[in-house]
């Protein structure tokens, strides 16, 4: 188990850079792809990407000696279903304009893979201080990821920010960027920019 | 007649039109993970066929006649995840007791499509479009299902030739596959608007 225990620090580290969840290990791509058309709903998805994280991490991070290996993922989809369930009827009843443009996506949260593969190879085997950490931390750089590609999208598609307009006035919006079209090339775009960064400094 | 044809075009819809993969981004994960090779994609996809038509029937009959009538549509994921669970769980031990080289082929995927969103997006959509009569829901899953087979043959086909082709370094691998999506949900948007 010597090499499997980490320490929080590098849980920060491999939230917020080494191993952000969708640009390093392409996890979590549909709610990724489906909510940033604008920087709103793309904020709101990470707040509760970000909380359903945390909650999961602890809970499962609790149980971990009691688990039956081939009821795991039984157990943590179950858990990350009750968390979602409570993030979904909170939006719902405080946010009702939100959780309608996010509709069937709040509750794809439970198979968001960022979520299981953070209780499987963390909270599964760390205390919970360490895997609250990691929960913390994926889940901001979870929200940035989102947060800069709904901005970029959000800019060319409509010339607005956070329904702000910034871009200048014979400009002329790009309607493909709303469209499912302007999601996949602009985070093909991304992931390049970041494998080009990395290549750079190694 | 009218009935057939309703349905018809409901499987024509939802297998091309609104393509659950290249309109509302369901099942990205094994679309970008597991199209390296066509006959993968085509053993993913028929895997997936088989749990979601057996899900999307059996979630629509729980929400009808169970949750509905007793008002416990707040248990609605938690009942939901776990009939998908149990749906893969229950074609995992039919297939390996009576088709070993069936299930030998499908290998890894079968528990990976407890987590593949398409299943329980579809579950979900069934339920945000109101669908009420069980012949359309039924029709519906087995038409995802096809969708998303057709999606991900699609893309392996043609990832098996970007191998040869000369891709700038850093686009190599994810990044020029979800470029090449993009360019390929453009060509699906011509059939956008066809039937609602």
Same mark, same amino acid.
């Given at each position: ?8 620090? $590098?849980?920060?580290? *491999? ?14 791509? &549909? ?8 920087? /709103? ?26 688990? /039956? ?14 968390? %979602? ?36 190879? &963390? ?10 950490? !990691? ?22 598609? %409509?010339?607005?920010? &956070? ?38 400094? +190694? | 007649? !009218?009935? %057939? ?9 939802? #297998? ?10 369901? *099942? ?22 088989? #749990? ?10 729980? $929400? ?40 030998? +082929? ?23 479009? *109101?669908? !009420? ?19 991900? &043959? ?12 000369? %891709? ?29």
């Amino acid at each position: 188990m010597a090499n499997n225990t980490m320490t929080a620090l $590098d849980a920060v580290k *491999g939230g917020l850079w080494t191993e952000v969840p969708v640009l390093r290990l392409i996890l979590g791509m &549909c709610p990724t792809l489906a909510v940033t058309t604008a920087v /709103k709903p793309a904020l709101t998805m990470g707040l509760s990407v970000l909380f359903v994280l945390v909650c999961s991490n602890i809970v499962v991070s609790l149980m971990r000696n009691l688990l /039956k290996p081939h009821l795991r993922i039984l157990m943590f989809t179950l858990t990350i279903a009750t968390f %979602v369930t409570i993030a979904d009827l909170f939006l719902r009843a405080f946010t009702p304009k939100m959780s309608e443009i996010l509709g069937p996506y709040v509750p794809l949260i439970i198979v968001n893979c960022i979520i299981i593969a953070r209780a499987e190879a &963390c909270a599964s085997k760390n205390g919970i201080f360490v895997s609250a950490v !990691d929960g913390i931390f994926m889940g901001i750089g979870f929200t940035i990821v989102l947060c800069i590609l709904a901005s970029i999208r959000e800019v060319l598609a %409509v010339g607005t920010i &956070c329904d702000v307009p910034v871009m200048w006035k014979s400009f002329v919006p790009w309607a493909a960027m709303r469209m499912p079209v302007g999601a996949f090339i602009t985070l093909g775009l991304m992931l390049g920019l970041v494998n080009f960064l990395s290549a750079k400094k +190694s | 007649m !009218d009935k %057939v044809y309703i349905l018809l075009m409901a499987f024509i819809s939802i #297998v091309v039109v609104n393509n659950l993969v290249f309109t509302k981004f369901l *099942g990205t994960c094994p679309y970008l993970g597991v199209s390296g090779r066509i006959d993968m994609a085509f053993g993913m996809g028929m895997a997936v066929t088989f #749990v979601i038509t057996l899900a999307g029937i059996l979630t629509w009959l729980i $929400d009808h006649m169970i949750l509905m009538p007793y008002g416990l549509e707040i248990t609605r994921y938690v009942c939901y995840i776990l009939v998908i669970a149990g749906a893969v769980q229950l074609v995992e031990m039919y297939l390996r007791k009576f088709f070993p080289p069936l299930y030998e +082929s499908f290998g890894i995927f079968l528990p990976l499509i407890t987590t593949n969103c398409v299943i329980l997006g579809l579950c979900l959509l069934l339920n945000v479009w *109101g669908t !009420d009569n069980f012949p359309e829901a039924a029709v519906l899953s087995f038409g995802a299902g096809i969708g998303f087979t057709l999606a991900i &043959c699609i893309m392996a086909g043609i990832r098996e030739q970007i191998r040869f082709s000369d %891709v700038p370094k850093c686009l190599d691998g994810a990044p020029i596959t979800l470029i090449t999506a993009g360019i390929l949900t453009l060509a699906f948007m011509g059939f956008a608007g066809m039937i609602k």
